[in-house]
């Protein structure tokens, strides 16, 4: 296709809607333009092809030969091209928002607020993806990522969601009774780890710990590893938020505690979001208060 010589689509939607109304005042209301607008570019498209594609000579005009060849070829045009719109729009909307996020988020912050959001939005169905590994916001996969960090991530778009210290925890049963430890007093016992990540190990060597945690350790998906730390059957490292409940109820102590700008963040790509994307965005803006 020659796309140089086309018309403007302007001239073919209004030609088109011509078509449609037989009347020029219709055929602006329909477009959402005056019916001026309308006759200048109907007379645009009949100067740009070269033939006249309109009567004008009776009381009201219509469509030459010309015309209608060209009102069908449109009819047939616009018409597949709605219909396939349509088509998508329904795909879209019918798709679940998935939502990547770690399962010490989903099970500790999210899903206590999920039966919230469904009696408020019965028809925006959610598909969670529990996962602590990174993953790639592409259109028709992932909608929306729930990543920690500082945020300020290239590519995507991020916003904070929640803002918490990283410490260190465990039950009183394992620490025999002590409100503190040293590090190196911490790695001599079992540490828990959520999978795909190496916390423990690394929060070690910050302290200037050269070596793992002695006594063994675990690793398990993120609901599990708060449950084995209540039970005491492990340090760990975590979200401040997940545990200040346990700590404040004297079932966990702190012993240590990091604060930085690190927090939970919203992550979405650089594109334009579906409309059931953005009621869940916004949705957990008001449920951080950041509203």
């Known amino acids: ?27 602006g209301a329909l477009l959402n333009v005056s019916h001026a607008a309308i006759s200048q570019q109907l007379r645009a498209l009949e100067k740009h092809l070269g033939t006249a594609l309109l009567d004008r000579s009776g009381k009201s005009m219509t469509l030459t030969a010309e015309g209608e060849k060209l009102a069908r070829a449109l009819h047939l045009g616009f018409g597949a091209i709605g219909d396939a719109v349509a088509d998508l729009a ?29 009696a408020e939005y019965p028809d925006i169905p959610l598909a969670l993806d529990p996962s ?52 190196d007093e911490l790695s001599q ?10 916390e423990a190990t690394s929060w070690l060597v910050r302290q200037g710990v050269t070596h ?49 700008s690190g927090g939970y963040h919203i992550v979405t790509a650089d594109a334009p979001l579906r409309p059931a994307v953005k009621t869940f965005v916004t949705w957990l803006r008001r449920q951080s208060g950041r509203m």
């Open 90 to 118: 329904h795909t879209a909307e019918d798709r679940p928002v998935h939502i990547s996020l770690t399962p010490s988020f989903a099970a500790s912050w999210l899903m206590p607020r999920l039966p919230a959001f469904q």
């Open 212 to 260: 793992g945690p002695r006594a063994g350790r675990i690793a398990l998906p993120g609901n599990l590893v708060l449950e084995g730390l209540r039970a005491g059957q492990g340090v760990t490292v975590t979200v401040r938020h997940f545990v200040e409940a346990d700590i404040r109820a004297g079932r966990l102590t702190e012993l240590f505690c990091e604060t930085g």
């Open 189 to 198: 016992l079992p540490w828990l780890e959520e999978l795909g990540t190496t």
């Open 132 to 183: 602590p590994h990174a993953v790639s916001l592409r259109p028709g996969g992932v909608d929306v990522a729930i990543r920690y960090g500082d945020g300020n991530w290239p590519g995507v778009n991020d916003e904070l969601l929640l803002q918490s210290p990283i410490v260190i925890v465990a039950a009183p049963l394992l620490l025999g009774g002590r409100a503190s430890m040293t590090p």
């Open 1 to 27: 296709m020659d796309w140089m010589k086309m018309p403007p689509l302007a001239s073919l939607k209004a030609f088109h809607a011509f078509a449609e109304t037989g009347n020029v005042v219709k055929a």
